[in-house]
């Protein structure tokens, strides 16, 4: 079953614009991770919070973690055609195993 | 290797066809997985192989898949009896012990069961 569930299923913007994705999910994590993934191939690590973080930033990307929302939400600052594809949470199960659960995603449309 | 690497990249076969997937993770990593991902969805967890502990099948749809990993290293997945609804991208990851760290996937194999 789904742990994380993405919002908005689909995002277009134009090029310079931010881009902001959500992702809700249901059970206590360790981390929780997004990947990107073009063409519907293999999937880019991206960034990874710790339960215990709020916010981290890496290059043109910040993500925030709430944990007593169980929510997360990954911002692409001054978004290129190049960052056209699909972006994924994935979460880190408070539990004994170590597998990740993915979201269906958001498909992001970044018009030059 | 300097990435995880799946063989073969496209795969075409008839229904009722056993089919085997290779992966061959980042060398070092001990945690080995395997998703699936049907067109325009998200991924469905498989398996997962940690050292030389029983392998997570929770995943596994139906008692025709099956996968083992051989020598900590190369994974193979296995099909057997190939429906139309197996028709998917088949996705390996590979990362090391550490929670912290993220997953290295490879390129996926497509499948198409005809």
């Known amino acids: 079953s789904q742990q994380g569930e993405e919002d908005p299923q689909a995002l277009s913007i134009q090029e310079g614009e931010n881009a902001t994705m959500n992702c809700s999910y249901k059970?206590?994590?360790?981390?929780l991770q997004w990947y990107r993934q073009n063409s519907g191939r293999g999937l880019v690590h991206l960034i990874l919070?710790?339960?215990?973080?709020r916010e981290k930033h890496s290059g043109r990307l910040r993500v925030t973690l709430d944990t007593s929302k169980k929510s997360s939400s990954l911002l692409i600052t001054a978004s290129r055609a190049a960052d056209t594809a699909s972006y994924f949470c994935?979460?880190?199960?408070?539990?004994?195993?170590?597998?990740?659960?993915f979201g269906s995603g958001t498909r992001l449309l970044v018009r030059p | 290797g300097a990435g995880v690497s799946q063989s073969p990249s496209n795969k075409v076969t008839e229904k009722g066809k056993d089919v085997e997937l290779r992966c061959d993770p980042i060398?070092?990593?001990?945690?080995l997985y395997w998703y699936r991902q049907s067109l325009g969805q998200g991924l469905e967890f498989l398996i997962y192989f940690q050292g030389n502990s029983a392998p997570d099948k929770s995943g596994l749809p139906s008692d025709r898949f099956s996968a083992e990993r051989t020598g900590g290293s190369v994974s193979t997945l296995t099909i057997q009896r190939t429906q139309q609804e197996d028709s998917a991208v088949y996705l390996c990851?590979?990362?090391?012990?550490?929670?912290?760290?993220?997953?290295?996937f490879g390129s996926g194999t497509r499948l198409t069961v005809v």
């Open positions: 994935a979460t880190d199960k408070l539990d004994s195993s170590y597998k990740l659960i």
């Open positions: 060398s070092g990593h001990t945690a």
């Open positions: 990851a590979s990362s090391a012990r550490d929670r912290g760290a993220g997953y290295t």
């Open positions: 919070i710790r339960s215990n973080e």
């Open positions: 059970t206590s994590i360790n981390n």
